[in-house]
T-cell receptor, first 113, second 114 residues
Framework: QQQVKQSPQSLIVQKGGISIINCAYENTAFDYFPWYQQFPGKGPALLIAIRPDVSEKKEGRFTISFNKSAKQFSLHIMDSQPGDSATYFC????????????FGKGTMLLVSP | EPEVTQTPSHQVTQMGQEVILRCVPISNHLYFYWYRQILGQKVEFLVSFYNNEISEKSEIFDDQFSVERPDGSNFTLKIRSTKLEDSAMYFCASNEGGFRYEQYFGPGTRLTVT
């Protein structure tokens, strides 16, 4: 019940295209859902996050869509660029605890020029 | 911009040796975490630390692991007797607390146990 399932495992998108990564969770106690971007050899960097009281959050080219009833959320990267090539992790957290993050397995995104 | 720092960036040790990984969290943050990432796998929670004590730990964090905040700035992870399977990237993270839930990660320490 603590798992966060992420798909796809890898994704190739052409420059200018839309990258979509999906996550699903089981534990309804989760109430904060961040996305992290990780470049090789670096730590995860917080990209964007959403709370379940909204269905969508947009920051620049990055949008989270959230479906509370389906217990799913997704990251959309508009106008994908080669510099977006990285591994993306979704995560979930229960704010009532000590805020430990449960991560998905990651999606390796490659944006071809 | 404030950031979490970690030292060393790479540590090589022999099986059975003790290692200490060091982190300096963001200065006004109250919650501190260690996570690890085995090569090619997801990031896994190890332990959280608040108010100078462990607040939560995972099954991975057994008696071989300990954490400490020896002074007002450093946060350390000690592995008492390293095993081959401890080889991984270890990330420190910190969080401001209150109603802010963002966790900021350091660049990691790559631990290689031979």
């Amino acid at each position: 019940q603590q798992q966060v399932k992420q798909s796809p495992q890898s994704l190739i998108v052409q420059k200018g295209g839309i990258s979509i990564i999906n996550c699903a969770y089981e534990n309804t106690a989760f109430d904060y859902f961040p996305w992290y971007q990780q470049f090789p050899g670096k730590g995860p960097a917080l990209l964007i996050a959403i709370r379940p009281d909204v269905s969508e959050k947009k920051e620049g080219r990055f949008t989270i869509s959230f479906n509370k009833s389906a217990k799913q959320f997704s990251l959309h990267i508009m106008d994908s660029q080669p510099g977006d090539s990285a591994t993306y992790f979704c995560a979930a957290l229960f704010q009532g605890g000590y805020s430990t993050l449960t991560f998905g397995k990651g999606t390796m995104l490659l944006v071809s020029p | 911009e404030p950031e979490v720092t970690q030292t060393p960036s790479h540590q090589v040790t022999q099986m059975g040796q003790e290692v200490i990984l060091r982190c300096v969290p963001i200065s006004n943050h109250l919650y501190f975490y260690w996570y690890r990432q085995i090569l090619g796998q997801k990031v896994e929670f190890l332990v959280s630390f608040y108010n100078n004590e462990i607040s939560e730990k995972s099954e991975i964090f057994d008696d071989q692991f300990s954490v400490e905040r020896p002074d007002g700035s450093n946060f350390t992870l000690k592995i008492r007797s390293t095993k081959l399977e401890d080889s991984a990237m270890y990330f420190c993270a910190s969080n401001e607390g209150g109603f802010r839930y963002e966790q900021y990660f350091g660049p990691g320490t790559r631990l290689t146990v031979t």
